[in-house]
């Protein structure tokens, strides 16, 4: 079984440059979740779908992040314009539901200089 | 709001020196509480899922435990491949369903 797929997996970008990530998550796995993680902590939730809906993203910075999430499978993030305090690795992970355990793939490293 | 603390930070033992790690936490109700492992550039691994106090669940030379308020990562006779970060995450009962992470313990087994 494919597991969930990231790319790019490294990334470096000025201060106020915009970036996207793109995930592919599980076949069949209907949550998928962006988490942010900084160096030296635990990842934190980004936004986190069901389908194609969003059922949390209050940890979402809206005024420069955004994701969506089309036909229910693949989803983009992105960053818009892009701070020093944003260099982190970018974690997408996906569950057949909910209440299951998610599955995480590599990782993007980002370092916003 | 969900805290999960671990402890240690970061754990140096020698090969086959068993120890524990600690994952306390605070939820308004546990849906579940999930032990990851995570390798120098790579995405969290999952190890296991435990849903109320008192079950276990082995693998290898791991032991995870729960109880009310915390688990344990027991870990016996460890080998140099054990070394990882080990992360702790609970899902609590309300209707979003967020997984809310610990900052990990970073175990190192020297040969």
């Known amino acids: 079984e494919a597991g969930v797929a990231q790319s790019p997996r490294y990334k470096i970008i000025e201060k106020r440059q915009s970036v996207a990530f793109w995930c592919n998550p599980i076949?069949?796995?209907?949550?998928l979740y962006w988490y942010q993680q900084i160096l030296g902590q635990g990842p934190k939730l980004l936004i986190q779908?069901?389908?194609?809906?969003?059922?949390?993203d209050s940890q979402l910075p809206k005024d420069r992040f955004s994701a969506e999430r089309l036909k229910g499978v693949d989803s983009t993030l992105k960053i818009q314009p892009a701070k020093l305090e944003d260099s982190a690795v970018y974690l997408c992970?996906?569950?057949?539901?909910?209440?299951?355990?998610?599955?995480f793939g590599q990782g993007t490293r980002l370092t916003v200089v | 709001e969900d805290q999960v603390t671990q402890s240690p930070e970061a754990l140096r033992l020698q090969e086959g020196e068993s120890s524990s790690l600690n994952c306390s936490y605070t939820?308004?109700?546990?849906?579940?509480l999930f032990w990851y492992r995570q390798d120098p550039g790579k995405g969290p691994e999952f190890l296991f899922t435990?849903?109320?106090a008192g079950e276990e669940k082995e693998k290898e030379r791991l032991k995870a435990t729960l109880t009310k308020k915390e688990s344990f990562l027991h870990i016996t006779a460890p080998k140099p491949e054990d070394s990882a970060t080990y992360l702790c995450?609970?899902?609590?009962?309300?209707?979003?369903?967020?997984?809310?992470f610990g900052s990990g313990t970073q175990l190192t087994v020297l040969p």
């Open positions: 779908f069901q389908n194609n809906g969003v059922v949390d």
């Open positions: 939820v308004s109700g546990l849906r579940g």
């Open positions: 076949s069949g796995h209907a949550t």
């Open positions: 995450a609970v899902q609590d009962t309300g209707s979003a369903r967020q997984l809310t």
């Open positions: 992970a996906s569950s057949y539901g909910g209440l299951a355990e998610a599955f």
């Open positions: 435990l849903y109320s």
